[in-house]
């Protein structure tokens, strides 16, 4: 009870298939860059990260890092640009000291040919190279290969919320169907969701058990923190049957929640007075309306999209509400458990994520309204916990017990269980279909407001 199906192929590469995805990947990414004009290159959208430049050359130099040279012994391509664009992993005030101590920052030029000479070296690996072996722990089970991969996966959406920064007359929307944002070919439209006048609010989850991670044999590819397999009783409680939308936050808004320090912990209260926002960062006031900035255009607030908040403004939320949020545990078991007692590799079952599952995987550039997707809904009838956006836990981000880190890249988890980040999960709509697994786990500060971050609420009961 409990785990995961092994993959039938897990540990082993096809090589012509890491080739396409490869170049999917790196055309995905280039189509990201071009929606940007060209003045915004060297200008830093969210002041904590860096500037545009650096991620057009950091996706290519951690490639070189993590897989050519630590994984093939590779001698590397620009030692000088290795190190300029090593890392970029977490928001933070070390990454705008080390953005201004740099200096100058190559020609967009110079950038591109870098990548393209990283390319071809990774094709040329993928062609003959000895990517998968038991000598190197790098290359143990295409470690070195599937941690390039999915770095280039992570970054596309960390990409799109720092462009959601920019005004929308600074990017370019894309007519081509294999843009990001544009609706796959193919593709059925979200289902128009029924009304949700009466409608019950929560779900009542009995007690189990919920099984977190994986085993390391069993999946092709996990991050460090997704290991080992790891169990635990969950008493029973309710959980919200949907996100809490845009609608229900401007009640806590005009409430005066904002104003109310007994809602946040003095942390967060700090935190949030630091700031000067009064309400959501993708929110913006025109007079005594609410408007939504979205990816291209401001609209009047959609009141049925899931409302983007950090993990101080829905703790806030929820205290105002008398709930709490769920903890990473309950969600898995709202998610993944079932009322027979076993557990799905997602919530809807073990059927691949796909168009009528939610929203993810670059369909659309911003949220849809709640219970879009009836398909993606777990056993228990909670909809929404894969896509359109991720979801807050009130877990702090570290190790499951016999955490080890990986070979290939080491600083991925263990820099960050400091108690200051907390666990999400789900995906959101600019979350790759790659990452759509049981197991993978995203953190963030709680006071960090840009990322594609939703919530609900839970409740204790006897």
Not at 15 to 25: F, G, K, L, T, V
Not at 169 to 178: F, G, I, L, V
Request: charged share 25%.
């Amino acid at each position: 009870m409990g785990q995961l199906n092994r993959e039938p192929d897990a540990g082993n590469v096809d090589r012509r298939q890491a080739i396409d995805s490869y170049h999917a990947h790196r055309r995905r990414t280039r189509s990201i860059f071009d929606l940007l004009a060209a003045d915004t290159y060297y200008e830093r959208p969210i002041a904590l990260r860096h500037p545009v430049v650096f991620y057009e050359g950091h996706i290519p130099a951690f490639t070189v890092n993590s897989f050519l040279k630590k994984g093939l012994g590779h001698p590397g391509i620009n030692p000088e640009f290795e190190v300029l664009f090593a890392r970029g992993i977490d928001p933070g005030d070390q990454a705008a000291a080390d953005a201004r101590a740099i200096g100058r920052w190559p020609s967009r030029d110079e950038v591109q040919d870098y990548g393209r000479q990283v390319d071809a070296a990774v094709l040329d690996a993928l062609e003959s190279a000895p990517v998968v072996g038991d000598a190197n722990p790098v290359l143990r089970r295409g470690q070195g290969l599937y941690t390039m991969m999915e770095h280039e996966v992570l970054h596309q959406e960390t990409l799109l919320y720092m462009w959601h920064r920019f005004d929308g007359a600074r990017k370019t929307r894309p007519d081509r169907s294999t843009a990001p944002g544009a609706p796959a070919p193919g593709a059925p439209a979200p289902v128009a969701p029924a009304a949700f006048a009466g409608e019950v609010a929560m779900m009542r989850i009995p007690a189990g058990r919920a099984t977190l991670g994986a085993e390391r044999e069993a999946i092709r590819f996990g991050w460090d923190n997704e290991f080992p397999l790891h169990v635990v009783d969950v008493a029973a409680f309710e959980i919200d049957t949907h996100n809490v939308t845009n609608q229900d936050y401007r009640a806590f808004v005009e409430a005066g929640g904002y104003a109310a320090p007994e809602l946040w912990s003095p942390g967060a209260w700090a935190r949030q007075r630091g700031t000067g926002r009064d309400h959501p960062l993708f929110w913006e006031r025109a007079g005594a309306d609410w408007l939504w900035r979205g990816f291209f255009e401001t609209l009047p607030l959609p009141p049925d999209w899931p409302v983007f908040v950090t993990h101080d403004e829905a703790a806030a939320y929820a205290r105002w509400k008398g709930l709490r949020l769920p903890t990473e545990a309950e969600f898995h078991r709202a998610a993944y458990g079932a009322p027979d007692g076993s557990e799905r590799p997602h919530p809807w079952g073990a059927a691949p994520p796909d168009a009528t599952r939610g929203n993810f995987d670059f369909r659309h550039w911003d949220p849809v309204p709640i219970g879009s997707y009836p398909a993606g809904a777990s056993a228990w009838g909670v909809q929404d916990l894969v896509g359109n956006g991720w979801e807050w836990t009130s877990t702090p981000f570290e190790g499951f017990p016999g955490f080890e880190s990986m070979a290939s890249y080491p600083e991925y988890s263990a820099d960050f269980f400091d108690g200051e980040h907390y666990v999400l999960k789900g995906a959101s709509p600019a979350t790759g279909r790659d990452l759509v697994r049981r197991s993978f786990r995203n953190w963030f500060r709680p006071g960090y407001p840009y990322v594609y971050a939703a919530f609900r609420c839970v409740l204790d009961v006897d």
